[in-house]
């Protein structure tokens, strides 16, 4: 038998199966979405598939009772474990009146709840950054026990709010957890032309800080950097850089066509070490994972799906009216 790791790290049967099961309920639902997409269902999909791993494996590793997440529009792995249902990310790609992050006024990826302490996102990238910031300064200054998570991909750690939001967390010692996402393009420009350091945790070292780079596809590694970095968050020992790599298995967006920049021999490639496959091959060799376990697992999510993809197909959409609501004083 295979060794086992996630028991080192303090983590049981059961937590490795729920994590698995939320990279792969991830993966369901975001494959569904290309195909409502496709069917013309929905008008967008802006995925999370190659970096599931990533974002379970560090969302796991956080207090959902106390800490904040403060994700990037890929992040379905993340606001998942966070409470976020399959039903209400299917509200939120078709646009619907329940749509929990919005109402349905927002295109998808713009997750947001307060009672899941999921902090809403903007459209330009990077702005989650200075905001984790301030929220682990007004934590600080209420003399809370909370940590703040926010993830964003490698082109954003070129954004001016990612150094100025990292430089004020490092100088106040906040309890910030900054991940980028490393999947190697931002839109279609590869990371050799987006930096010249070798690693974006390279970039910890002029603020001071502790910065990591580990496997992407490997939601254990990530677990245990996260679990450190929010450890040391907690003991007032200030910010951590985590870097996890992987990559983007599918096109930017369902608006993008990957083919323009990259080639289908690099995507095949990448998909050989694809995290929904290498860990469940793990939780095979450590005996947590038998086949028919894991085609009771499919089938259970893909039951979750149809019934979110039905429930939200039929719901209604928001009165017109609607859209100003928030926007001017009543």
């Known amino acids: 038998m295979a060794e086992n790791r996630h028991e080192r790290l303090g983590l049981t049967d059961k937590?490795?199966?729920?994590?698995?099961?939320?990279?792969?309920?991830?993966?369901?639902?975001?494959?569904?979405?290309?195909?409502?997409?496709?069917?013309?269902?929905?008008?967008?999909?802006?995925?999370?598939?190659?970096?599931?791993?990533?974002?379970?494996?560090?969302?796991?590793?956080?207090?959902?009772?106390?800490?904040?997440?403060?994700?990037?529009?890929?992040?379905?792995?993340?606001?998942?474990?966070?409470?976020?249902?399959?039903?209400?990310?299917?509200?939120?790609?078709?646009?619907?009146?329940?749509?929990?992050?919005?109402?349905?006024?927002?295109?998808?990826?713009?997750?947001?709840?307060?009672?899941?302490?999921?902090?809403?996102?903007?459209?330009?990238?990077?702005?989650?950054?200075?905001?984790?910031?301030?929220?682990?300064?007004?934590?600080?200054?209420?003399?809370?026990?909370?940590?703040?998570?926010?993830?964003?991909?490698?082109?954003?750690?070129?954004?001016?709010?990612?150094?100025?939001?990292?430089?004020?967390?490092?100088?106040?010692?906040?309890?910030?957890?900054?991940?980028?996402?490393?999947?190697?393009?931002?839109?279609?420009?590869p990371i050799s032309k987006q930096l010249a350091c070798e690693n974006v945790s390279d970039r910890a070292i002029g603020y001071g800080i502790k910065g990591v780079t580990v496997d992407g596809n490997d939601p254990l590694a990530v677990y245990e950097a996260v679990k450190e970095a929010a450890d040391r968050g907690r003991r007032g020992e200030g910010p951590t850089l985590v870097e996890t790599v992987s990559y983007r298995l599918t096109p930017h967006s369902s608006d993008d066509d990957d083919r323009a920049y990259r080639t289908r021999e690099e995507v095949e490639e990448a998909k050989q070490k694809d995290s929904i496959y290498t860990f469940a091959q793990y939780l095979k060799e450590v005996g947590v994972l038998t086949d028919d376990s894991e085609k009771k697992l499919h089938e259970e999510i893909a039951n979750i799906i149809d019934e979110a993809t039905d429930y939200a197909e039929n719901a209604p959409y928001a009165d017109p009216e609607e859209a100003l609501r928030h926007v001017y004083a009543e």
Not at 24 to 38: H, P, S
Request: proline share 4%; charged share 20%.
């Open 15 to 189: 937590d490795v199966l729920e994590m698995y099961k939320t990279m792969l309920l991830a993966r369901k639902i975001d494959e569904r979405m290309w195909l409502l997409n496709r069917a013309g269902k929905i008008p967008f999909v802006i995925s999370c598939q190659g970096q599931e791993a990533a974002q379970v494996g560090a969302a796991m590793a956080l207090d959902r009772e106390k800490d904040y997440v403060l994700p990037y529009y890929r992040d379905m792995g993340v606001v998942l474990w966070f409470g976020m249902t399959a039903k209400d990310l299917m509200l939120s790609g078709f646009a619907k009146a329940e749509d929990p992050n919005s109402g349905g006024r927002q295109m998808p990826g713009h997750f947001g709840s307060k009672k899941l302490r999921i902090v809403t996102g903007s459209s330009p990238v990077t702005t989650q950054v200075p905001h984790a910031v301030g929220i682990a300064l007004a934590g600080k200054l209420d003399g809370k026990d909370l940590v703040t998570f926010t993830t964003f991909g490698e082109g954003s750690s070129n954004q001016g709010d990612f150094h100025e939001g990292v430089n004020f967390a490092s100088v106040h010692k906040l309890p910030v957890i900054f991940m980028c996402e490393n999947n190697k393009y931002a839109i279609s420009v």
